[in-house]
């Protein structure tokens, strides 16, 4: 039973000690950047101090790469992860916006900034009538937008190479 409990307890630990180690894939590239993170912690929501720029990096190429192997309606998932990303890039380019060490580097800043672009450009707003389609003339007719994003192959590919590109600065 003792034998169990240590089995049991060694793998938790072998485990969370792989996981804090690829939380922090390149301690280098790493550390500046948490350091920026805690020193502007309160205008952050989704960057924690554990934050990984080399394996959020990597994730992200990785993501737009599967995007781009995909056929027919196949990337939904990519696409859906690539847009919940992009909160995590916002308060990259904040970081940057604020001096950070290695985001403030001007070619860093710039990609990261092209990238949201690439972002913007795939953001489409539809408006539809609300309510019953009747003759009568209301010019107090209710109206709903609403606004879906999308990215397609080729702006995968876009963002893959400008992320490649930021990791890359950064690895030096």
Request: net charge negative; aromatic share 6%.
């Amino acid at each position: 039973m003792t034998k169990k409990y240590l089995l049991t307890l060694f793998a938790l630990l072998s485990t969370s000690g792989l996981l804090s180690l690829a939380a922090q894939s390149n301690p280098k590239m790493d550390r500046p950047i948490q350091q920026c993170i805690k020193n502007h912690s309160q205008e952050l929501e989704k960057l924690s101090s554990t934050f990984s720029i080399g394996y959020w990096l990597g994730r992200f190429v990785e993501t737009c790469e599967n995007l781009q192997a995909s056929t027919g309606k196949g990337g939904g998932p990519q696409v859906v992860s690539l847009l919940a990303m992009e909160a995590e890039l916002d308060e990259l380019i904040l970081l940057a916006d604020k001096g950070c060490e290695d985001l403030a580097d001007e070619k860093v800043k710039t990609l990261l900034q092209e990238m949201k672009t690439i972002y913007q450009e795939k953001q489409d707003v539809e408006t539809f009538d609300r309510g019953q389609n009747d003759d009568s003339d209301n010019l107090f007719a209710e109206e709903d937008e609403i606004t879906t994003m999308s990215i397609s192959r080729g702006s995968a590919g876009k963002l893959k190479s400008k992320a490649a590109k930021i990791k890359k600065i950064l690895e030096k």
